[in-house]
């Protein structure tokens, strides 16, 4: 079971199939791209809570834990079709292998759950209140102890960092593809994730202070993004060849149209550049970043993904 899990994020190389129409296969990047983004709302809900910002009535971190619920669940779906044994997904709850991503994962995405739903008791939605009217009573012991409300926030950042690093590393661990092979992907998918998260949550935040503060602090995952990817590619290229033709798919290959247009240019160099003009006030703030942000996140793992698949350790003909 376990090793068909694992099996999910790797096909067989086929120098004859063609590159760019892989990334039709949309369950894992899908899956990847919303357990990260959930990741990066988990961070900010928890830090929200944690500094104290719950007691403003237009929190977002009292919007985020049901919409992450929502996503997270539509993002492990995405994961369930991709399994080709559906029905024994089970058994990854029978056992704990220490040594095994997926397994890490398993259980983490369980318990994402309850944080999440540990922050919604905070201040129920009014929807819920008509379901459940004794939420309010809930609600009302857990907020006579602030101390407690702190330590959901912390939870909620620690599982929200486990989470979106775990997405990175179940392809990382997988040696067999060039491309995944590098411990900075992990790092390169939770900062992605976070950026994505503060761009969706700036779309709907009603608190103008943290719109404000996340879009700044979006800049700032934008800005650590590009590093880490030149980081990525300096260490490729300085590497086997192997890792070397693994890197020119995406820089110069079948891959480097998306990866430059979509990826760099409208996923991260141009909506940083609006968001900059946006928070030092010299352009008003409108949707147009964050959603470039978010599409180029998603573009992102379809590029990662497929481009992974496509690479190989032996007889490589990645031109």
Request: hydrophobic share 55%; aromatic share 12%.
């Given at each position: 079971?376990m090793n068909?899990?694992?099996e999910?994020?790797?096909?067989r190389?086929?120098p004859?199939?063609?590159p760019i ?8 990047p899908?899956?990847?791209f919303l357990?990260?983004?959930?990741a ?8 929200f809570?944690f ?8 929190c977002?971190c ?11 669940s ?6 369930f ?8 997904v089970w ?7 220490f040594?095994?991503p997926?397994s890490?994962g398993a ?7 309850p ?20 939420l309010?009573?809930y609600?009302?012991?857990?907020n006579?102890?602030p ?13 929200g ?6 997405t ?10 060039p491309?995944w ?6 790092v390169l998918?939770?900062v ?10 700036h779309?709907?935040a009603?608190?103008?202070?943290e ?7 979006d800049?700032?995952f934008?800005?650590?993004?590009l590093f880490?990817?030149?980081m ?8 086997a060849r192997p ?21 760099i240019?409208l996923?991260?160099v ?8 946006a ?13 470039m942000?978010?599409v180029?996140?998603?573009i992102?793992?379809?590029v ?6 496509y690479s ?8």
């Amino acid at each position: 079971m376990m090793n068909d899990l694992l099996e999910l994020t790797t096909t067989r190389h086929n120098p004859h199939v063609d590159p760019i129409m892989a990334m039709w296969e949309w369950q894992i990047p899908v899956y990847l791209f919303l357990g990260g983004m959930v990741a990066g709302m988990m961070i900010i809900a928890g830090y929200f809570l944690f500094s104290g910002r719950h007691k403003e009535s237009n929190c977002a971190c009292f919007s985020i834990p049901t919409i992450s619920i929502v996503l997270l669940s539509l993002g492990m779906f995405a994961l369930f079709l991709d399994l080709s044994h559906k029905l024994y997904v089970w058994r990854l709850y029978t056992t704990f292998q220490f040594k095994s991503p997926m397994s890490w994962g398993a259980w983490i995405l369980i318990l994402v759950y309850p944080a999440l739903i540990a922050n919604i008791l905070i201040r129920p939605s009014a929807w819920m209140l008509k379901i459940y009217p004794k939420l309010t009573e809930y609600a009302g012991r857990l907020n006579q102890h602030p101390f407690l409300i702190k330590n959901i926030g912390i939870l909620n950042m620690i599982l929200g960092l486990m989470l979106g690093a775990y997405t990175g590393v179940l392809l990382s661990s997988m040696g067999s593809r060039p491309l995944w092979n590098t411990s900075l992907l992990w790092v390169l998918f939770l900062v992605s994730g976070l950026s994505a998260a503060a761009a969706f949550v700036h779309l709907f935040a009603k608190n103008k202070a943290e719109s404000e503060l996340l879009a700044k602090a979006d800049n700032g995952f934008l800005v650590i993004e590009l590093f880490v990817l030149v980081m990525i590619f300096l260490g490729f290229l300085s590497s086997a060849r192997p890792h070397i033709e693994a890197a020119q798919l995406l820089l110069t290959g079948a891959y480097a149209p998306v990866f430059w247009v979509f990826v760099i240019g409208l996923g991260i160099v141009i909506p940083l550049i609006i968001q900059l003009l946006a928070v030092n006030h010299k352009i008003r703030h409108t949707a147009i970043a964050p959603i470039m942000v978010i599409v180029g996140g998603l573009i992102l793992r379809f590029v990662i993904v497929s481009a992974g698949q496509y690479s190989h350790w032996f007889n490589a003909h990645f031109h």
